[in-house]
């Protein structure tokens, strides 16, 4: 072994991707046997997967159980943690982009089940993060292919921005800034827990200003690393970008996270740049406004500034006595056992896993307005009404 990362970039399509999947496995070879398996997709919001790629195809999700169900691990666990215009509805976004069914018996909803731990970058913070993925014995990542108007790639490193649960999310958007501060909480959410292989689904990929822009791009084409970083470095390759254009990137080479020079890689298959691909070329202006195709398109700091406000509020006549489902799912104690249970808003972390775990319909997520208050005064725009 020279310790050169390889990276598989392999001609698939959906109705032939357990073959590539069979082609990963034989190539990358994981102790399953025995092992607990967590599979993160990326399930960002609802959508149609065969008109969007906004989320992981179901059909590359099916293949892999599929393929894992023949190495006999303990157990496997497939989720997830929602994006921006889905917090508290993971179970929701599950369903209806076909991920639940595809997962079976397998799928779980991880934002019920958070650990506290403390980031130091890009601010000393404590965070909740999907426990089941920090614990599980091996780890497998399957991102969608993407370009970012922010991060200019949404691949295999920033897929563990989904070990953040909820709103906490927003919460790094919005005070990060600029691309580079942002880029280093990425980073420490790929530190937490780098999976032990990736597999991306880049049949059918995002082009544009991402996260969830219209425009998508028939690609036909499975990804494979055990290297993340390595790996986003070929994506980069293919859609325009040199490595030092993207920011986690630049990071990630820098701390030694993974290989970054396509020269120092063996890469196995066609990575030619995808002619006229169409990546981001507008940066984010100095107000942190950029386009994403979320919403109206652009995303700015008010954007997230109205989700950093949401707190739980909790409808009495739908709350059942006795029920203490919110509270107990609070990783930071801000729910209080009450009748029904009272809120402290400065422990809140913004993990909605309240809302993730109220069956009853008793529970929104709803702006506070001290909190408004608080933001607005602090900068000359006003959060949408």
Same mark, same amino acid.
């Given at each position: 072994?020279?310790?050169?990362?390889?990276?598989?970039?392999?001609?698939?399509?959906?109705?032939?991707?357990?073959?590539?999947?069979?082609?990963?496995?034989?190539?990358?070879?994981?102790?399953?046997?025995?092992?607990?398996?967590?599979?993160?997709?990326?399930?960002?919001?609802?959508?149609?997967?065969?008109?969007?790629?906004?989320?992981?195809?179901?059909?590359?999700?099916?293949?892999?159980?599929?393929?894992?169900?023949?190495?006999?691990?303990?157990?496997?666990?497939?989720?997830?943690?929602?994006?921006?215009?889905?917090?508290?509805?993971?179970?929701?976004?599950?369903?209806?982009?076909?991920?639940?069914?595809?997962?079976?018996?397998?799928?779980?909803?991880?934002?019920?089940?958070?650990? *506290?731990?403390? #980031?130091? $970058?890009?601010?000393?913070?404590?965070? +909740? =993060?999907?426990? &089941?993925?920090?614990? %599980?014995?091996?780890?497998?990542?399957?991102?969608?292919?993407?370009?970012?108007?922010?991060?200019?790639?949404?691949?295999?490193?920033?897929?563990?921005?989904?070990?953040?649960?909820?709103?906490?999310?927003?919460?790094?958007?919005?005070?990060?800034?600029?691309?580079?501060?942002?880029?280093?909480?990425?980073?420490?959410?790929?530190?937490?827990?780098?999976?032990?292989?990736?597999?991306?689904?880049?049949?059918?990929?995002?082009?544009?200003?991402?996260?969830?822009?219209?425009? *998508?791009?028939? #690609?036909? $084409?499975?990804?494979?690393?055990?290297? +993340? =970083?390595?790996? &986003?470095?070929?994506? %980069?390759?293919?859609?325009?970008?040199?490595?030092?254009?993207?920011?986690?990137?630049?990071?990630?080479?820098?701390?030694?996270?993974?290989?970054?020079?396509?020269?120092?890689?063996?890469?196995?298959?066609?990575?030619?740049?995808?002619?006229?691909?169409?990546?981001?070329?507008?940066?984010?202006?100095?107000?942190?406004?950029?386009?994403?195709?979320?919403?109206?398109?652009?995303?700015?700091?008010?954007?997230?500034?109205?989700?950093?406000?949401?707190?739980?509020?909790?409808?009495?006549?739908?709350?059942?006595?006795?029920?203490?489902?919110?509270?107990?799912?609070?990783?930071?104690?801000?729910?209080?056992?009450?009748?029904?249970?009272?809120?402290?808003?400065?422990?809140?972390?913004?993990?909605?896993?309240?809302?993730?775990?109220?069956?009853?319909?008793?529970?929104?997520?709803?702006?506070?307005?001290?909190?408004?208050?608080?933001?607005?005064?602090?900068?000359?725009?006003?959060?949408?009404?």
């Amino acid at each position: 072994m020279d310790g050169r990362s390889k990276v598989l970039v392999i001609e698939s399509s959906y109705e032939t991707c357990f073959q590539a999947v069979e082609r990963v496995f034989a190539t990358f070879p994981l102790e399953i046997k025995g092992k607990n398996v967590l599979v993160k997709v990326n399930a960002l919001r609802a959508c149609n997967p065969d008109r969007e790629a906004i989320v992981t195809h179901p059909a590359l999700l099916k293949a892999v159980i599929g393929k894992l169900e023949t190495l006999a691990p303990k157990r496997i666990i497939v989720g997830d943690s929602v994006g921006t215009e889905s917090y508290g509805n993971s179970q929701h976004i599950f369903h209806t982009t076909g991920l639940a069914e595809a997962a079976g018996p397998y799928y779980r909803n991880l934002s019920l089940n958070l650990k *506290v731990v403390t #980031v130091e $970058k890009p601010f000393p913070r404590k965070v +909740a =993060v999907l426990k &089941d993925v920090l614990e %599980a014995d091996v780890y497998i990542s399957l991102p969608k292919m993407k370009t970012h108007g922010l991060t200019m790639l949404s691949g295999a490193v920033k897929n563990n921005y989904g070990l953040l649960a909820g709103a906490q999310k927003s919460w790094y958007h919005y005070h990060s800034e600029k691309p580079e501060i942002f880029a280093e909480i990425l980073i420490e959410m790929f530190r937490l827990r780098p999976p032990d292989l990736v597999i991306m689904d880049g049949i059918l990929a995002m082009e544009g200003y991402g996260p969830c822009s219209p425009d *998508v791009r028939r #690609v036909n $084409k499975v990804l494979a690393a055990a290297d +993340a =970083v390595a790996l &986003d470095a070929v994506l %980069a390759h293919m859609v325009g970008f040199r490595t030092d254009e993207v920011p986690y990137l630049r990071l990630a080479g820098n701390l030694g996270l993974g290989q970054t020079d396509l020269n120092t890689l063996d890469i196995v298959g066609n990575f030619s740049p995808l002619e006229g691909y169409n990546r981001p070329v507008v940066a984010p202006e100095s107000t942190y406004c950029y386009l994403s195709g979320v919403g109206g398109g652009k995303t700015s700091r008010a954007f997230y500034a109205d989700r950093i406000c949401l707190r739980p509020v909790i409808l009495a006549e739908k709350c059942p006595a006795g029920c203490m489902a919110c509270a107990e799912a609070c990783p930071s104690g801000a729910l209080k056992p009450g009748a029904p249970p009272v809120l402290s808003s400065s422990q809140c972390m913004l993990c909605s896993a309240c809302m993730e775990a109220c069956t009853h319909g008793a529970l929104k997520l709803v702006p506070e307005e001290k909190t408004r208050r608080e933001l607005e005064g602090r900068h000359c725009y006003r959060l949408p009404a």
